[in-house]
């Protein structure tokens, strides 16, 4: 017990925290990524992409929930050590860019909060399907393919159709990876992982892996507005 009230109180600890959490959602951004980009192979794809989730059952909600306690711990993290960071340098920096210092870096707090207000929107909107959010007058939950399972195909095409959440979308996504391309550096500093050799490679995987991942989730959007995915 002592072991645990020390570690999530020290600043190391809380390193170790966001950064094994951020591990957690980073792992979840790729694969979710994958699943998601089914929609090009064609609807038959990506509708048994979610059967075979929807057929976890109890397994799929403890991922759910699991995931919702990384992002809680992440942001709780990420807050705790930025009032102790200032507290600590109540007077700041003369320059309001540090030297080494990126954009990405020096917004970590406030992109991760902003893509924490856009993750319980995507949830509300495709996850737990509020047709009140969706601005199309179609409740998501009641579409079915012939063969009777969860139309996910046609209800991406109908939710992106809207030029609103797609651009909504694609803000957020784009911050995701912003975020990443300084966050995924950062983790493998926090794990103990980079160093002076490694720092180029990790640095430039960082930034590599965070236009992948916009590419690959805007593509999606992008595809369905042009209408190359009807």
Not at 83 to 90: D, F, L, M, S
Not at 123 to 142: M, R, S
Not at 148 to 158: A, C, E, N, S, V
């Amino acid at each position: 017990m002592n072991f645990l009230t020390g570690f999530f109180t020290s600043s190391l600890g809380k390193k170790y925290i966001m950064a094994l959490t951020g591990l957690g959602m980073f792992i979840f951004v790729i694969g979710h990524m994958v699943g998601n980009l089914q929609i090009f192979i064609g609807e038959e794809a990506i509708n048994r992409y979610g059967a075979f989730l929807q057929g976890l059952g109890e397994l799929l909600w403890a991922a759910r929930i699991g995931l919702i306690v990384l992002v809680a711990l992440h942001i709780w993290a990420a807050v705790k050590l930025s009032a102790e960071n200032k507290a600590a340098r109540p007077i700041g920096y003369g320059n309001d860019k540090p030297f080494g210092s990126t954009y990405a870096s020096r917004t970590m707090l406030m992109s991760g909060l902003i893509i924490a207000a856009f993750v319980i929107y995507h949830l509300l909107h495709y996850t737990f399907v509020v047709k009140a959010i969706n601005g199309t007058g179609v409740n998501f939950a009641e579409l079915r393919d012939p063969q009777g399972r969860h139309d996910i195909y046609k209800m991406m095409i109908l939710g992106f159709r809207q030029p609103i959440v797609s651009v909504f979308y694609i803000v957020g996504i784009a911050l995701l990876c912003l975020h990443l391309s300084h966050g995924v550096s950062a983790m493998f500093q926090s794990l103990g992982i980079k160093n002076r050799n490694w720092k180029p490679l990790i640095d430039g995987f960082a930034k590599f892996i965070a236009i992948v991942l916009l590419v690959g989730y805007c593509s999606i959007p992008i595809a369905v507005l042009a209408g190359l995915v009807k």
